[in-house]
């Protein structure tokens, strides 16, 4: 049965010695950054158009993962090494200086220092071990990381300083005046103020101290303008970077590409795409992209005509926040005994996937997940059931990862996600056309970040009941001025986040199995004091703040479930379900797992692959019992199409 074996990280381990980094030999430079000259993808010479967009995929794919590397080089680099100034950059958001950056410093040298341990060897040789894993096209800015930071760290490990102490003492940490210093690990004997101090001064005559370039704005740069406002465009409008005729579908999985959007099949003409109704029942051509297409030369009837016409053909459609998008962070990138160059093969992909997987997903996901668990979700159940409603999904979902901004010189964050409010805005890269589409089942499933952020006085910054109402009530009727007659519109209620604490605060953490020292209560507090927690109000030992979390979760939901009840639209009805966790827990457990497994492992916040497969099954059989005119008919003429056009030109 799927998912009953889930494998824990090894939690043996070795001590080792560790050595200061030597300088990265200079043939190793050329070899690593040669894929970044010109000739070498970047500049082309004139090629074949298939040959170029090729190319010019790759390359984006390669430098768009460097950009991310050079934006943490930026925010470390803004400020130089240990000094007399202690002020903070300007062109620096203090959040992202003081959080985010903390967080990925304390990780990656977390997880050189188990490397060494692990594999008995030098911190150098850690170093050079993680860059090597990292695919071969983005090795050398990880090179340029090591050069930069790679002899304090080892210097510091060797004197038996923790990731804590050196990211404090690199700056890459910093503590606001009157705010205390946060630390994931237990302070050291001495206390995290003195270790610091230490470490300082240590720095501060090291002979191979070397000063940060300082970069007034990475997009300002020749080479990155261009990129940057290509990415910026990608994440501002949640539209597909590759889509040569504008349709908002795409030929590319990546970028808001096909892993978000039902795949198009022709990217030169807007007037085809998945989910329109067949033009001429698609006698010459396929212009709804769902494989069906041509004339049966038995009786010279047009098969979508004969297959698909009063099939009840419709798509579907998630609006919805990280958990919709499916955020995941594989644990084998920083647990040490499973890492391998294998486990950051799909590193390019995760990153232009902005550590979504959509493609896995609970509502839109159609391949099989290669992130552990199962892929079931509503579209493969929907295209089970009418296999004329191929290819027609879209994931409109938002996470808080860190973005490029339009209007900041480095990156903010998407706070709040895909919170009620900023679906509002999300929600306009929808592509559904009333007049030429078919209806769409839509999702409205913001579960928890109405109630979720990061600030110290979280609850004053949750959504109120009567802010809930008028965000909703705006999107549905937005809805009713796209969607085509006949859809259906689905509001899903906010989950009881007391699951999360309660099934993982004394648990080991990925990055603590290794010495058994990280666990779920540590994380989330370090988070907590540099206030980039996904959810101040649920990921917190204080009981009360979790449960008033939980109450105005409640609050948000009966919302929803009134404007299901008594709201009427022109062109959908409305339904609202509950979200199914505790229904997902029962099934888990009969099926032998435990429900911790149901939480992602390094966020320790979103579902995990398991609860996205499990909670498909039972919105399923809730929908089909109680709403079967949402599903629509089952198509009798499905293994007909299967047998002649087999998998329809899949996804």
Not at 126 to 140: D, F, H, M, S, T
Not at 383 to 394: A, K, P
Not at 401 to 418: D, K, N
């Amino acid at each position: 049965m799927p998912g009953k074996s889930v494998e824990m990280p090894n939690e043996t381990g070795s001590s080792s010695h560790f050595s200061v980094l030597q300088r990265k030999p200079a043939h190793i430079w050329e070899s690593r950054l040669q894929a970044f000259r010109p000739g070498n993808g970047w500049l082309q010479p004139r090629l074949g158009e298939q040959h170029r967009m090729r190319a010019s995929r790759q390359t984006f794919l390669n430098l768009f993962c460097i950009l991310w590397l050079l934006l943490l080089l930026k925010a470390a680099s803004c400020s130089p090494l240990p000094s007399g100034d202690d002020s903070l950059p300007p062109l620096l958001p203090s959040g992202l200086y003081k959080g985010h950056t903390c967080v990925g410093c304390v990780l990656v040298v977390s997880v050189i220092e188990q490397l060494a341990q692990w594999h008995n060897s030098t911190v150098k040789a850690a170093v050079e071990r993680l860059c090597n894993y990292i695919p071969e096209k983005l090795q050398g800015f990880c090179y340029v990381l090591a050069e930069l930071y790679g002899p304090h760290i080892a210097e510091l490990i060797d004197r038996e300083m923790n990731a804590d102490v050196v990211c404090h003492s690199l700056r890459l940490c910093k503590q606001d005046p009157g705010q205390p210093l946060c630390h994931l690990y237990p302070p050291p004997k001495v206390g995290l103020s003195t270790a610091i101090w230490k470490a300082k001064r240590i720095l501060k005559t090291s002979k191979d101290l070397k000063s940060t370039t300082r970069f007034s704005n990475l997009c300002a740069f020749p080479l990155l303008a261009n990129l940057c406002e290509k990415i910026k465009y990608v994440i501002r409008n949640k539209l597909p970077f590759e889509d040569f005729d504008g349709d908002k579908f795409s030929t590319f999985p990546t970028l808001r590409g096909y892993h978000w959007r039902g795949r198009d099949c022709d990217d030169r003409n807007t007037t085809v795409y998945p989910g329109r109704r067949p033009d001429n029942w698609d006698v010459k051509s396929d212009s709804n992209c769902n494989g069906i297409w041509g004339m049966d030369p038995k009786d010279g009837i047009p098969y979508e005509e004969k297959f698909c016409k009063g099939a009840d053909s419709r798509g579907v459609v998630l609006l919805g926040d990280s958990a919709g998008a499916h955020f995941h962070i594989p644990p084998e990138w920083m647990t040490v005994t499973q890492m391998s160059a294998k486990s950051f093969a799909n590193l390019p992909m995760a990153f232009t996937d902005e550590l979504d997987w959509p493609q896995f997903s609970e509502i839109t996901g159609f391949l099989n997940s290669t992130i552990g668990g199962w892929t079931d979700s509503l579209y493969l159940r929907l295209r089970r059931r009418n296999r004329c409603n191929h290819r027609d999904l879209q994931n409109i979902s938002q996470n808080a990862v860190p973005m490029l901004s339009t209007e900041m010189p480095i990156t903010t964050y998407a706070c709040g996600g895909g919170s009620s409010r900023n679906l509002l805005n999300l929600m306009k890269s929808l592509a559904r056309n009333q007049l030429l589409d078919n209806p769409a089942i839509v999702f409205y499933a913001t579960i928890g970040n109405d109630v979720c952020n990061g600030n110290h006085d979280t609850l004053a910054h949750m959504t109120t009941p009567k802010e809930m109402l008028s965000n909703v009530i705006q999107a549905l009727r937005y809805l009713d001025s796209r969607l085509p007659n006949g859809s259906h519109v689905i509001l899903t209620g906010l989950v009881d986040g007391r699951f999360l604490w309660d099934n993982l605060h004394d648990r080991y953490h990925p990055l603590g199995q290794l010495n058994r020292d990280i666990t779920y209560s540590q994380l989330y507090s370090f988070l907590n004091c540099l206030e980039v927690s996904p959810c101040n109000g649920w990921l917190t030992p204080n009981e009360t703040l979790r449960n008033l979390t939980s109450e105005r979760a409640l609050q948000l939901s009966n919302v929803l479930k009134e404007i299901a009840r008594s709201e009427k639209f022109g062109n959908f009805d409305v339904f609202y379900m509950d979200f199914p966790l505790r229904q997902t827990a029962e099934e888990w457990r009969k099926m032998g797992g435990e429900p911790w497994q149901l939480i992602e492992p390094v966020d320790g916040f979103h579902p995990s692959q398991i609860a996205a497969a499990l909670g498909t099954s039972i919105t399923w059989q809730k929908a089909l019992h109680e709403w079967p005119q949402v599903l629509g008919k089952e198509n009798p003429f499905n293994d007909q199409i299967e047998a002649i056009f087999k998998d329809q030109g899949g996804h």
